[in-house]
């Protein structure tokens, strides 16, 4: 038998060491980094033993059956889900405390049973009675939905197969359980990987649709090794916070659909309500002629959303002026600043700047660069932007305005909300007729177009 040694794991990030230090250099954490037990030393030696099973092999030419989908009646989750819930498949879904997430999957939990499903509701952090009030509050207490507190996973499991195969299964949350045969804390590395693994094993075993919990770090990643997110078919993200009216829930990976699909909810009393339409959400309080605006035509997945880009420009005799944004990244706000003040000489190294997405939203793709540019341009000369004028575009370190991907899909979501000009890169080709497109293609253009009035 192989003979035990100690090991050091950071329990952040799962990083080993053969000795105890104070910070872990793979992921900077401080005192995160506790004994462990592995087997065996050196390298890793050969199998030996009883021979391994053929295993049939296929070639790419063969058509596979798509996977059945199982529909929640929540139209922004299943968008998020990519199209609704796979059978035996592995999800897990991390956010802020008290952003929703136990919410919207009781939400969704109720209307399943509602619709004969078996749907099994296992919670580590509160008592059922809890969860009943919670329902109750919802309006769900009539739901078919089992519940349960547990946080030992023999006994999970052994609940599990005892109630006949479910047909889907929550675990709120995976940080809470351990395994009885590990003599770690629960939440640590070692938990966490052997309790995902196992559940993650029943639900292939099985065919059960198991729903993970996760908490998230202060950085807003989920919390554990990140071979937890590798374990999983699909990681979704709550962004926002308990402030913001709206909830965003963003599919980051997803083996059953397309990344960066979101889903769009806002928090009502009577839980988490889907948002049809986020586009004319996101617009409905936007000021009327206010300089600092400028709304952007972006893409999340495969929907077309226009935001509202809001943008401070303010003198500072400070030897390093502020920058502070709110959902963009701060990075790519100073390429933008460096580039106007390159190119068109407007002078904004010596100002203040505040930059935010209105509604709680993140953004990510580089096609905001030009809107943010106009709302920093309207900004300091302190002439708005047209109320029915759209804008997007990637800005290159030249000056040049590059194109971006899917300008129909954008151009025709700006003239469904009513807007009439578009400001943007070389068009190639676009169908779209009902938006007057104005091209841009230098930054240097902008100082013609957003410095001057408009009409």
């Not at 529909?71 to 008290?98: C, H, M, N, W, Y």
């Not at 937890?228 to 909830?247: A, I, N, P």
Request: proline content about 4%; aromatic content about 4%.
């Amino acid at each position: 038998m192989a003979k035990a040694q100690n090991i050091f794991v950071c329990q952040s990030c799962g990083a080993d060491y053969r000795r105890w230090q104070g910070k872990c250099d793979s992921c900077g954490e401080w005192n995160t980094i506790e004994e462990s037990q592995a087997t065996g030393s050196g390298a890793p030696k050969g199998l030996t033993g009883k021979r391994g099973h053929k295993v049939d092999l296929t070639d790419l030419s063969l058509k596979a059956d798509e996977a059945p989908r199982l529909i929640t009646g929540i139209g922004e989750l299943d968008r998020a889900f990519g199209g609704g819930l796979v059978k035996g498949s592995a999800i897990l879904i991390g956010g802020d405390p008290g952003i929703g997430k136990s919410t919207i999957l009781l939400q969704a939990l109720a209307k399943l049973a509602q619709d004969g499903r078996t749907c099994v509701y296992l919670s580590g952090e509160e008592a059922t009675t809890q969860v009943q009030m919670r329902a109750d509050r919802l309006g769900l207490s009539a739901a078919p939905v089992k519940l349960g507190s547990a946080t030992n996973l023999r006994d999970i499991l052994a609940t599990l197969e005892a109630t006949g195969t479910p047909d889907i299964v929550v675990i709120d949350s995976i940080q809470t359980l351990y395994a009885d045969n590990l003599e770690a804390a629960p939440g640590t590395v070692s938990q966490v990987r052997l309790c995902s693994h196992e559940l993650i094993s029943y639900a292939k075993r099985s065919g059960a649709i198991l729903l993970l919990v996760g908490h998230v770090t202060k950085d807003g990643q989920i919390a554990g090794p990140r071979v937890l997110e590798h374990m999983v078919d699909t990681v979704l993200y709550f962004e926002g916070d308990r402030s913001h009216q709206f909830r965003i829930l963003r599919a980051v990976k997803n083996r059953f659909g397309g990344t960066d699909e979101i889903g769009v909810f806002e928090m009502t009393s009577g839980g988490l309500q889907e948002v049809a339409n986020p586009s004319a959400q996101f617009l409905a309080d936007r000021p009327q002629d206010e300089p600092g605006s400028a709304v952007f035509a972006g893409m999340e997945g495969t929907r077309p959303v226009l935001v509202e880009i809001q943008a401070l420009v303010a003198r500072s005799s400070a030897a390093n002026p502020r920058r502070t944004v709110v959902g963009w990244d701060q990075g790519r706000l100073s390429m933008v600043l460096a580039v106007l003040d390159a190119r068109t000489g407007v002078g904004l190294a010596g100002c203040d700047v505040y930059l935010n997405i209105a509604g709680g939203l993140k953004i990510a793709e580089p096609a905001a660069d030009l809107a943010v540019a106009v709302a920093l341009l309207s900004s300091l000369s302190g002439k708005p932007v047209a109320q029915d004028a759209v804008v997007f575009g990637e800005m290159a370190l030249s000056g040049d305005i590059r194109p971006v991907t899917q300008m129909d899909a954008r151009l025709k979501e700006a003239a469904k909300l009513g807007f009439a000009r578009a400001y943007g890169p070389n068009p190639r080709k676009t169908s779209t007729k009902a938006v007057r497109y104005t091209q841009i293609e230098r930054v240097q253009d902008l100082l013609a177009e957003f410095l001057v009035d408009q009409d």
